[in-house]
């Protein structure tokens, strides 16, 4: 589970978190492959490259790990070696782990620069005590398209319950995930989906009620926890859409 946090207090912060939620990864949940260059003896690097909608490509940066009480800087670097932007380690998500010690996830959004190139970008990260950590993100650079073609469609007034939502595949995805939010109840998240690899979502039987009113979002990723790319590479989300569902 992810909690939004400012500051090393803990203090809860404002939480336009769905949509970083939906830039879905888990930093870091699989093991470690010693050839992985992503890890150090410090935690785990990543780089995104978000195509959301209403804003520019982005790249979204993050290092999570175990010693945040340790982190004294936290430095991402171009491919060229020339720093691209830093982590604040005041501003962080904690990942809530079973049976296992609580990670910080430090993240921030780039729009894309203009002279970005492929290649790999590197992290360096600094301890309390002077030691010097970097891990490496390999980044191709392209646009993964939001899925479209969504099935109910945006505005629909449904007289039957829906057994599955779907949508359009998505050229060069791989996995899906997809989140569903309850409109008549403040907009709660009341369902997010697992990793999907078909563009179709299996409806939980009592998950949706009628005389409901839903909105979904689709959020595609190219690949999964892969040694060269990270938990993924590129990372797409669509606008919301609605649909009711008549009593």
């Known amino acids: 589970m992810l909690t939004n946090h400012t500051g090393r207090t803990g203090t809860r912060a404002p939480t336009p978190a769905l949509l970083l939620l939906a830039c879905s990864w888990l930093p870091g949940a699989q093991a470690a492959d010693p050839a992985d260059r992503h890890y150090n003896e410090a935690g785990f690097f990543d780089i995104h490259v978000c195509n959301w909608p209403g804003r520019p490509l982005f790249f979204m940066p993050l290092f999570s790990t175990e ?69 490496r993100d390999y980044v191709i650079l392209h ?24 949508w359009d595949p998505v050229p060069g995805a791989g996995f899906y995930q997809v989140f569903i939010r309850d ?32 909105s979904w979002i689709i959020h595609a990723r190219d690949t999964n926890s892969h040694i060269l790319l990270g938990d993924f590479n590129h990372g797409s989300l669509n606008k919301p859409a609605t649909f009711l569902i008549n009593e």
Request: aromatic share 6%; no cysteine; charged share 30%.
């Open 183 to 214: 409109l008549w109840n403040d907009s709660e998240l009341v369902h997010t989906s697992k990793l999907l690899t078909r563009p179709e979502l299996e409806l939980p039987p009592g998950l949706l009620q009628r005389g409901g009113y839903y």
């Open 67 to 135: 010693r945040y009480n340790e982190v004294q800087s936290i430095e991402v670097l171009t491919p060229g070696g020339d720093l691209l932007l830093e982590l604040d380690p005041e501003r962080y998500r904690t990942i809530k782990r079973k049976n296992k010690p609580d990670k910080r996830a430090f993240i921030r959004q780039l729009d894309v620069p203009p002279a970005a190139a492929n290649g790999w970008y590197s992290a360096r990260i600094r301890l309390d005590n002077g030691e010097e950590h970097v891990a």
């Open 143 to 166: 646009t993964l398209p939001q899925a479209g073609g969504q099935v109910p469609a945006d505005g629909a007034a449904l007289e039957r319950m829906p057994e599955k939502l779907a």
